[in-house]
């Protein structure tokens, strides 16, 4: 990972010299968006997925920025729309700068993403060019749906996964199937790895809920409790409902959303009934679960003893991960 | 343009149902944009040179709409950034669902967009595709541009014209050469197109300046005097800048942007000063200059007496617009 993170971050100063481009009031903030320290797993597990199959890694090094930018691209839109102020440890773009320049910086980025698919040629072209931008659709769809629970009451399981399936599962999906693209998999080994890219994005976002509310906030890049205090419904809130008494369903209800409590003082209600109905342990199994599944996926795509290794290596340094 | 337009509304009911799209909170407000009683000039200035050109007008038909939906979402996240109430005589995206669900309708929109313009293949795809992209970062850029001229006391006309070359021009110009592209085209009548184009888009957002002065609000569809009241820098104000004594020009500074005069205030001492100067004239002198730079460009682009006279009555039906 990190030999593949130094590629990346050569190939953004390198190619991408944002520094260069007028006018700067546009370029800074996406500059500064893309240059904060974050993870890159996406880019990394495309990347992957091309090497362990024996494609060419340099190649398919556009298509891992690309959808890089496409994913900051998408967090500088979130992140206008939560209100956040803080994105890896660091203010977002929307508060160092406002909303306009965030709105206009993602819009740029994107196209800017979209025109580095067009350096691929030929049936690549079309089959990754498809594949991006439906999946920045279904982002698009799932941050809606996300939008809709915050004036939902009724948020079962399914939705829920649905939603997070849609705005964090198809991008995981995405990457892994581009990266088998690139790696000049068959059909049905593209199929299996984004199935496997889907749970594990799902996985994922099940672990950021819970990080959301158990994490160390000096890691995890965000105030803890965000999640609540933004009115979001997540995995750990939706599951207590389903587990609550009649007494913790109704203190649940009566806090989410409460324009009569504080945010802090609602997060530390709710956070209580979590620990309550220890939601922390059961959420973590059904965490497990996904990451079970996505192996099973990779299991099934078949793409021999050494490349599966090398990619469950992968999986765990996610599972394990602090933030 | 009457039959192009019929063309173009059946294709965004048939092809693009928005009505069976989920979630319907995100779906609605695209239809609704989509649907509004644009002018669609830029499709139909696509269509009408494909056409001109021998090309086959329903093979045209699919980068028409997109770049009509890329126009729209450009519109939905500006009005975002305005503050704009109404659009097209109806309030806008963003007044009736409010900024969230305004920014993922537009981001939504343009990924749909893009798309659309995947049909194409071969040469043609990556052609329209990079012109497609490359005009999208451009408006982008562009807006941005005016955005930083609100808080800029010394806007030139040379960069106001460079900002509506970017936000307005080349969108026109775009249509125009992608136009040139499906009529198969040389490379030699493909640039003088898109100079064409981008000359008639200035020309155009000249007219709009001054149409938001001068205009009829039942046709024009917006309030008048909407730029300056949202402190927008039009031609009409900066060259009345250029004009104005000392006198006139301290009142312009003073009034422009001023947080302790209200809007409509601000609108008529700021009119008063325009008549003074008799800037409707003068304005439209330089208008009618960039419609006959374009009208040169097409004749450059020796495309031919009919072709050339039927393009001709089209700008002027832009020329002569009222709203």
């Known amino acids: 990972m990190d030999d593949n993170n130094t590629l990346i971050a ?50 398919a090094l556009d298509a891992a920025v ?66 991006f931008l439906k999946t920045t659709v279904k982002i698009c769809e799932g941050q809606q749906m996300d939008l809709d629970f915050e004036t939902q009451t009724n948020v079962t399981v399914e939705r829920y996964l649905k939603m997070i399936e849609y705005k964090t599962g198809v991008l995981f999906g995405a990457c892994a199937k581009a990266g088998s693209v690139l790696g000049s998999a068959g059909p049905r080994v593209q199929k299996y790895l984004y199935d496997f890219g889907v749970h594990l994005g799902v996985a994922f976002q099940i672990q950021d809920d819970l990080l959301d509310v158990y994490g160390d906030p000096e890691k995890f890049g965000k105030p803890i409790g965000g999640d609540i205090k933004a009115n979001k419904k997540t995995y750990p809130y939706i599951y207590a409902c389903d587990l609550a008494d009649k007494n913790q369903k109704k203190i649940l209800r009566q806090t ?68």
């Open 10 to 59: 050569n190939y953004l100063q390198t190619e991408l010299d944002w520094d260069k481009e007028e006018p700067k009031s546009l370029y800074k903030p996406i500059a500064y968006a893309m240059g904060q320290n974050g993870k890159r797993i996406r880019p990394n597990l495309l990347l992957l997925i091309t090497q362990v199959l024996g494609g060419d890694r340099a190649g």
């Open 66 to 131: 690309a959808f890089e930018m496409l994913h900051n691209f998408t967090l500088i839109h979130d992140d206008i729309m939560d209100n956040a102020e803080l994105r890896r440890g660091e203010e977002t773009v929307a508060k160092q700068w406002g909303t306009n320049v965030a709105i206009l910086a993602g819009d740029t980025l994107f196209a800017k993403a979209t025109e580095i698919m067009l350096k691929y040629r030929h049936k690549q072209l079309v089959s990754l060019m498809t594949l």
């Open 256 to 323: 989410f959303a409460s324009p009569l409590i504080e945010p802090d003082e609602r997060f530390t209600i709710i956070k209580e009934i979590y620990d309550e109905l220890d939601i922390k342990t059961k959420i973590l199994k059904i965490c497990d679960k996904y990451f079970e599944a996505a192996i099973y996926m990779l299991e099934k795509s078949n793409i021999g003893l050494t490349a599966h290794t090398i990619i469950c290596d992968f999986v765990d340094t996610i599972r394990l991960r602090k933030f």
